[in-house]
């Protein structure tokens, strides 16, 4: 086990980004002429205190633009002290100059996820009451045994998240963390299911029933590769992240921005991020595999992440 | 000797650390905050300790990292997936705003044209509307649209070209039509009483299924599919 993690911040590989001769690819950075990877980007627990809130009340990434910093001051205007403002800025502007901005309304893991399952809790509950109000109001094509199936399944999870927020404090929080990554894959595959579903309905899909499923799917993917990592089982996460790479492919790759029943131009940006996710689910397996070959402890990485207080962004060089 | 001996030293001094809560050293330009909250006092003995380390020219790296499972070379499947599915959407996007933008104005001329038709053929004998805007829906909307798409197989090409890939067939756009589109719009009287119902044939022609735009979206996911070699967007 190797105990002292080193990170660099995105700054330092910009200029090489910029001149071509680093390329980014999902959540890595690539030599372009060695092909060799060089580094992996990873989220800190910052990135979530610091727009976590805020995001909770963005229903989709229409509404995210260029603009991302501008907008997500606006949003959390009140919430945000002026080194909070600075820090997220220079969190966004990473993320743009990486050319993957939109992964700040997905806030679903760049990197190993480090969101803490009480934030996930709450994004599963903001998740939860918009999909109600969905499947009471616009949504045809679901009978009602398949709504009370989704409220069903939709409950599950919160309780499962509920429990892995509880599951630190237990003697042997590992063979806990074990149940919920089986849980998880569960109710992972059921939500896949569902949008399967809603994909394969006649006409163009509804972008907010769309949108919701797809958050809930990717959150119960995050929970179940994170409750892997904490539990130090790096080659079972390795084999996870794989599959949801695949599936995330098989899944959004189909879509265009005329696939949804919005604006064309708006729904471009649901697009693009669905492609960025797809990206940064397909190389996280790297990181992994990287983590796993260097024997870094998966509890002491996201322990580590969790408690930086300074930057939201960081690099994982790869030696 | 001397290799296996360095080893078994080394392992020791890793275990030995890993009784200890870990904790990142210092003057490191940038490092993940120390987990257990240790103050600077521990933070020195970590840096004595990786100064020892250094001299004695072991680390905790000196055990051999396991085998990569994974091949990087796979990623340039993922970075050539994603610049054909970008020039996917914006194609599509592009030739749909075009589409838009082109249906706009040739409606109003439409208009135009239906507020010069002769009286008397306005009640009499009026003209079939294909005839009368066959060579104005080519110069207003057939032509425009075929250019975008023309733009949209050069860039493409490009992705080839960069790519040194070999060129083939299935990015060439088919240009032609089974039917003349204006057909369904022959039988309707080219009248101002009829606007309503011709600027909605047209709008069908132009961006209904299976109309102009449509079948250059239908061409471009078939060209996707073809070029990444994926079942997915069957």
């Known amino acids: 086990m190797i105990s002292q993690i080193l990170f660099e911040i995105p700054a330092a590989y910009e200029m090489a980004v910029r001149s071509g001769s680093l390329i980014q690819i999902g959540g890595l950075l690539k030599d372009a002429v060695s092909g060799k990877i060089v580094a992996h980007l990873q989220e800190s627990g910052l990135a979530h205190s610091l727009i976590g809130t805020a995001m909770l009340g963005v229903t989709s990434p229409v509404s995210l633009g260029l603009s991302a910093v501008s907008q997500l001051a606006n949003i959390g205007t009140g919430i945000y002290t002026a080194v909070q403002i600075n820090q997220l800025k220079t969190m966004i502007e990473g993320l743009q100059s990486l050319q993957i901005a939109t992964l700040g309304v997905s806030l679903l893991g760049v990197g190993v996820s480090v969101a803490g399952f009480l934030y996930m809790r709450k994004r599963f509950n903001a998740v939860d009451k918009r999909i109600d109000k969905l499947l009471d109001t616009v949504i045809h094509g679901f009978e009602s045994q398949q709504k009370a199936t989704l409220r069903s399944h939709l409950s599950q999870v919160d309780g499962i998240v509920q429990q892995a927020s509880q599951a630190r404090t237990l003697k042997n929080p590992k063979a806990e963390y074990s149940r919920i990554a089986e849980r998880m894959a569960e109710e992972a595959a059921h939500f896949e299911g569902e949008l399967e579903f809603v994909l394969k309905m006649n006409g163009k899909v509804n972008h907010e029933l769309f949108w919701q499923l797809a958050q809930t799917l990717m959150a119960c993917n995050s929970v179940r590769i994170d409750c892997r990592i904490r539990t130090n089982e790096l080659r079972n996460a390795l084999d996870v992240a794989l599959g949801v790479g695949e599936s995330y492919e098989r899944l959004f790759g189909r879509l265009t921005p005329l696939s949804f029943d919005g604006k064309a131009t708006q729904m471009a940006n649901t697009i693009t991020a669905l492609k960025d996710i797809t990206d940064v689910a397909v190389t996280k397996p790297y990181l992994i595999d990287y983590l796993h070959s260097r024997r870094i402890d998966g509890s002491d990485y996201v322990d580590q992440l969790g408690q930086e207080k300074e930057r939201p962004l960081l690099m994982l060089p790869v030696a | ?234």
Not at chain 2, 11 to 22: A, D, E, G
Not at chain 2, 23 to 34: L, Q, V
Not at chain 2, 106 to 129: D, E, G, N, Q, Y
């Open chain 2, 1 to 234: 000797m001397k290799e296996p001996f360095r080893r078994m030293i080394a392992f020791f001094r890793c275990n030995i650390r890993s009784f200890f809560k870990s904790s990142p050293a210092k003057g490191i330009s940038c490092t993940a905050s120390n987990p257990s909250g240790h103050d600077s006092q521990h933070h020195d003995a970590v840096d004595s300790f990786a100064t020892e380390q250094n001299l004695w020219g072991f680390t905790a790296d000196a055990i051999p990292p396991l085998p990569l499972l994974l091949d990087p070379a796979r990623l340039d499947r993922l970075a050539f997936r994603r610049q054909v599915l970008d020039w996917r959407d914006d194609s599509i996007l592009k030739i749909n705003q075009c589409a838009d933008r082109v249906l706009k104005e040739f409606s109003a001329h439409i208009v135009t044209m239906l507020k010069a038709v002769p009286i008397w053929r306005r009640c009499v004998w009026p003209k079939s509307t294909s005839e009368i805007i066959f060579h104005d829906f080519n110069r207003f909307v057939r032509w425009p649209i075929q250019h975008e798409a023309q733009l949209s197989e050069n860039r493409i090409k490009e992705i080839y070209d960069r790519r040194k890939l070999r060129e083939t067939s299935v990015r060439r756009f088919n240009y032609e039509w089974a039917d003349s589109p204006l057909n369904c719009i022959e039988q309707i009287g080219f009248r101002p009483s009829n606007e309503a119902k011709i600027i909605v044939a047209i709008s069908h022609i132009v961006q209904g299924d299976q109309g102009l735009s449509d079948n250059f979206h239908r061409q471009i996911i078939g060209i996707c599919a073809a070029v990444i070699g994926d079942r997915n967007f069957d």
